[in-house]
């Protein structure tokens, strides 16, 4: 069982910053990879960013160069820096927790951080 606790989120005008934060409680956290998913209104969540256990990472190509996901093992958290925010960043952003078992995968989500970019 993995708790992830997200944190960070809040209003910034367009071209403003903001970085959010993942807490992982309950479980050996290095062996998971870690995302960010966001969901804007009436719309479905999408994937953000995807760091692996082993560093690797990935990123929605609406967001390459300005977003940034990175994860401290000894701190069991999970970063997403956001720079150059524009208004259709707006969204709950997420963090999961993945990780490939014996005939399955294994999931665990956060309870969400509300983006809000606007003048």
């Known amino acids: 069982q993995v708790q992830l606790v997200e944190s960070g989120g809040g209003l910034v005008q367009p071209g403003g910053s903001l970085r959010l934060s993942c807490a992982a409680s309950?479980?050996?956290?290095?062996?998971?990879?870690m995302g960010w998913y966001r969901q804007a209104p009436g719309k479905e969540r999408e994937l953000v960013a995807l760091?692996?256990?082993?560093?690797?990472?990935n990123y929605a190509d609406s967001v390459k160069g300005r977003f940034t996901i990175s994860r401290d093992n000894t701190k069991k958290a999970v970063y997403l820096q956001m720079n150059s925010l524009k208004p259709e960043d707006t969204a709950i952003y997420y963090c999961?927790?993945?990780?490939?078992?014996?005939?399955?995968?294994?999931?665990?989500w956060g309870q969400g951080t509300q983006v809000t970019v606007s003048a």
């Open positions: 999961r927790a993945t990780r490939k078992v014996p005939g399955t995968s294994l999931s665990y």
């Open positions: 309950g479980s050996i956290f290095s062996i998971y990879d």
């Open positions: 760091i692996s256990s082993g560093g690797l990472v």
